[in-house]
């Protein structure tokens, strides 16, 4: 079955400690998206990339990075610099179709708590 | 800028009540417009979307009209099941090429009492 896989369900940090979380899809989607869901709110975009070796900063790029080597995969690491890291974190792909029409598929998300 | 705004939650309804959850949309062009659902703990999925003006999106029982004129997607659904408690998003793409250009209202929590 095609779908997108996120891990770890969730994950831990230490205070000044960096973390990887794992994004992959096997939709064949040029797309992928990290969005960040705290409680009440409703999603906020982090990063995008539209192509293999390319990625945007979204709304609230800061404190954290992104890696797009192959068009499955697009890992988020959540850095030291980010002071508020406790959230839900939901990844997302997409493939080209109208302008405006794409829909996005998600994966289950990764809870990260800050220990 | 775009936007999207929804009705505040929580709404609690009763099993076989009538649901109506309201979107209004801020928005340049002519957009998509989109809702999707997230159950306790998982990410979201598609519920249903609309393209163009007047289109109705509809998928298990949930429907919801592509209104241009009040620029709003109310999401409606004749007889809820406990199994609709969820959160609903509603969402706009522009019609630009942009990937970014998906912009997701702040959620409604439903839940459905037997």
């Known amino acids: 079955d095609g779908g997108i896989t996120q891990s770890p369900k969730y994950l831990f940090r230490k205070e000044g400690q960096n973390v990887t979380l794992s994004c992959e899809q096997n939709l064949n989607h040029d797309a992928m998206y990290w969005y960040r869901q705290d409680p009440g709110q409703g999603l906020r975009l982090i990063y995008y990339s539209q192509i293999v070796n390319d990625f945007q900063k979204g709304d609230i790029a800061e404190g954290y990075s992104v890696s797009r080597e192959k068009k499955e995969s697009f890992p988020l690491t959540v850095t030291s610099a980010q002071k508020n890291p406790t959230a839900f974190y939901l990844c997302?792909?997409?493939?080209?179709?109208?302008?405006?029409?794409?829909?996005?598929?998600f994966g289950p998300g990764t809870r990260l708590l800050v220990l | 800028g775009d936007s999207v705004t929804q009705m505040e939650g929580p709404v609690t309804l009763s099993e076989e009540a009538f649901l109506t959850i309201n979107c209004t949309y801020t928005a340049t062009g002519y957009p998509s417009l989109f809702w999707y659902v997230q159950y306790p703990g998982e990410g979201l999925q598609l519920l249903l979307k609309?393209?163009?003006?007047?289109d109705k999106g509809s998928n298990k029982g949930f429907e919801a009209t592509y209104r241009k004129e009040t620029t709003s997607f109310h999401l409606e659904k004749g007889s809820v099941q406990v199994s609709d408690s969820a959160v609903y998003f509603c969402?706009?793409?522009?019609?630009?090429?942009?990937?970014?250009?998906?912009?997701f209202g702040p959620g409604t929590s439903l839940s459905v009492i037997p």
């Open positions: 609309a393209t163009k003006a007047d």
């Open positions: 997302a792909s997409s493939t080209p179709g109208l302008a405006g029409q794409e829909t996005q598929y």
């Open positions: 969402a706009l793409s522009g019609d630009e090429t942009s990937y970014d250009k998906v912009i």
